[in-house]
């Protein structure tokens, strides 16, 4: 018999618990926002260094996640069509999964917002969320994987485009950075830190609302383990925190 079995046997040494695979049978501590949306772009790219312009949003994906129980209530995806650089790169189609044809059949980035923006509303006033924190009520903000989505890419976009951005994006929770925070670890993307807790990445990686649901799936992990949610990042300068000048990446 082997020396640790054998100390097993004779009550030397515990066995260690397993542990649970199942979101819904851990207790979440209270945590201050009741819901989240959280969304992962997918853009425009290029191959190593061949850059050919700043990227555009291909497909604007998100996911209204109740934080409590774990479940997605409600998801947004629309395809978005470039206008820069309207002809998407092979790398970027063979990366996303995204093809000319989507995205040709996709809105201007404007109209998109509108739609996000209305989409955004309606769940607000069915499930009583505000964006403010200091009103009374259900709390909500956005949390995606990096500041990029929101610091760089969105923001970016829309000061080139003179698009007017409503202000619900200036304030998000980066959950790479809450995720190294928490975990004292420095994860392999988002894969990567579904696996160190023992999850697996459902469906395609690098398609947006997959990276979207799987995004969720790991704040719900973390916040069963403890891990209290909070906004980390902000483009409203009257903010403690704010957006780095070289926003974390992906």
Same mark, same amino acid.
């Given at each position: 018999?082997?020396?640790?079995?054998?100390?097993?046997?004779?009550?030397?040494?515990?066995?260690?618990?397993?542990?649970? %695979?199942?979101?819904? %049978?851990?207790?979440?501590?209270?945590?201050?926002?009741?819901?989240?949306?959280?969304?992962?772009?997918?853009?425009?790219?290029?191959?190593?260094?061949?850059?050919?312009?700043?990227?555009?949003? !291909?497909?604007?994906?998100?996911?209204?996640?109740?934080?409590?129980?774990?479940?997605?209530?409600?998801?947004?995806?629309?395809?978005?069509?470039?206008? *820069?650089?309207?002809?998407?790169?092979?790398? =970027? %189609?063979s990366l996303t999964g995204i093809t000319q044809e989507q995205v040709e059949a996709g809105v201007p980035l404007g &109209?998109?917002?509108?739609?996000?923006?209305?989409?955004?509303?309606?769940?607000?006033? *069915?499930?009583?969320?505000?964006? #403010? &924190?200091?009103?009374?009520?259900?709390y909500v903000t956005f949390a995606t994987w990096s500041d990029w989505d929101l610091g760089v890419c969105l923001h970016g976009e829309c000061l080139r485009k003179q698009?007017?951005?409503?202000?619900?994006? #200036? #304030?998000? !929770?980066?959950?790479?950075?809450?995720?190294?925070?928490?975990?004292?670890?420095?994860?392999?993307?988002?894969?990567?830190?579904? *696996?160190?807790?023992?999850?697996?990445?459902?469906?395609?990686?690098?398609?947006?609302?997959?990276?979207?649901?799987? &995004?969720?799936?790991?704040?719900?992990?973390?916040?069963?383990?403890? =891990?209290?949610?909070?906004?980390?990042?902000?483009? #409203?300068? %009257?903010?403690?925190?704010?957006?780095?000048?070289?926003?974390?990446?992906?």
């Open positions: 018999m082997a020396t640790k079995h054998l100390a097993i046997k004779c009550g030397l040494v515990q066995r260690r618990k397993a542990r649970s %695979t199942s979101l819904s %049978t851990r207790p979440s501590k209270k945590q201050k926002f009741d819901y989240l949306f959280v969304l992962d772009f997918e853009s425009t790219c290029w191959e190593g260094r061949a850059r050919v312009g700043q990227p555009e949003i !291909i497909e604007f994906p998100a996911v209204l996640l109740h934080l409590q129980s774990g479940k997605i209530i409600n998801e947004f995806q629309q395809y978005v069509m470039p206008v *820069q650089q309207p002809i998407l790169s092979e790398f =970027c %189609t &109209t998109c917002l509108v739609l996000f923006s209305k989409w955004v509303r309606e769940l607000c006033e *069915q499930h009583q969320m505000s964006f #403010n &924190t200091s009103l009374p009520g259900k698009l007017k951005k409503p202000d619900f994006f #200036n #304030n998000w !929770i980066d959950v790479k950075f809450m995720y190294k925070k928490f975990y004292q670890r420095n994860p392999s993307g988002l894969a990567g830190a579904l *696996q160190d807790l023992g999850m697996m990445f459902k469906g395609r990686e690098h398609s947006g609302i997959c990276d979207a649901r799987n &995004t969720a799936d790991l704040v719900t992990w973390m916040a069963r383990d403890g =891990c209290i949610m909070e906004v980390t990042a902000s483009l #409203n300068p %009257t903010k403690k925190f704010g957006v780095l000048a070289s926003p974390r990446m992906k």
